[in-house]
């Protein structure tokens, strides 16, 4: 499974940006898809995602500002980030979590693509 995040860029306050995360290989019993980020200094925090049952998680502080949505025929899972703020800046990984034979929960992570709001 390889994961292939884009759309990060340097942006001011308030402006918007849309990540976009295409997964390619063979991809069977996903649990869930999403978006974590990590400021320099900072641990990786998840921001967002979505479980297979269509449950949804946001981050308090982007909650109302982001929203996660996946293109399953595209595979690709899209994070649009409106209203950014300075402490958004980060870099942001895509994330997808398969359920292995073993029933355990493997986690494949993209790139890394950076995000930086300016003041």
């Known amino acids: 499974v390889q994961l292939q995040a884009s759309g990060g860029g340097l942006v001011q306050a308030g402006g918007s940006l849309r990540l976009s995360c295409v997964a390619s290989?063979?991809?069977?019993?996903?649990?869930?898809v999403g978006w974590y980020r990590q400021a320099a200094g900072k641990q990786r925090q998840v921001v967002a995602h979505?479980?297979?049952?269509?449950?949804?998680y946001y981050l308090d502080s982007v909650k109302g500002r982001f929203t996660l949505s996946r293109d399953n025929a595209k595979s690709t899972i899209y994070l649009e980030m409106n209203d950014l703020r300075p402490e958004d800046t980060a870099v942001y990984y895509c994330?997808?979590?398969?359920?292995?034979?073993?029933?355990?929960?493997?986690?494949?992570w993209g790139q890394g693509t950076q995000v930086t709001v300016s003041s």
């Open positions: 290989g063979s991809i069977d019993n996903i649990n869930a």
């Open positions: 994330n997808l979590k398969v359920i292995d034979s073993m029933s355990s929960v493997v986690d494949y």
């Open positions: 979505i479980t297979n049952s269509g449950k949804t």
